[in-house]
């Protein structure tokens, strides 16, 4: 948000904003860096939700996708080719984690955490104490705090 959004739309009431402001913000990343700029979209289009029923704005919301920005921009999917990285071999990974123990610092801690406890980075980086039973080894996520996409 501060680095994309802000700087265009930042300065402005949120009763001013309109659809051409958000896509001004928008158009510059959403080819370079689709997937953010769409999470983005969806931030916007919650605080000018928020803001509506708060009664700070009226009207429709800029940000909306269907039948209103996705007039104006690409699909998400169809601007830039997913490219996945290669899996790590399963041979390679005795090795990596070796090496991976050298290191000092918590991300080397939560990438190994990770690779243990084959979860996503999100839930391992949003971990809180209370979630962990260290007396029988378990991780309990709590359910608002999984996320996955399917």
Not at 39 to 54: F, G, P, Q
Not at 106 to 118: G, M, N, P
Request: with cysteine.
């Amino acid at each position: 948000m501060a680095q994309h959004i802000l700087p265009t739309l930042g300065s402005l009431p949120v009763a001013s904003i309109s659809t051409a402001e958000v896509h001004r913000a928008l158009s510059p990343i959403w080819a370079l860096i689709p997937e953010t700029a769409s999470k983005l979209r969806a931030r916007v289009e919650a605080v000018l939700d928020w803001s509506t029923v708060s009664g700070y704005r009226t009207g429709e919301n800029p940000a909306r996708w269907k039948g209103h920005l996705s007039a104006l921009l690409a699909q998400p999917g169809k601007v830039r080719k997913v490219e996945h990285r290669a899996a790590m071999p399963y041979a390679s990974i005795p090795a990596f984690m070796a090496q991976l123990r050298t290191r000092d610092g918590i991300d080397a801690r939560a990438l190994e955490f990770c690779v243990l406890t084959a979860t996503r980075s999100a839930e391992v980086l949003g971990a809180q104490r209370q979630e962990f039973d260290f007396d029988n080894a378990i991780w309990t996520i709590p359910a608002a705090n999984v996320r996955f996409r399917g």
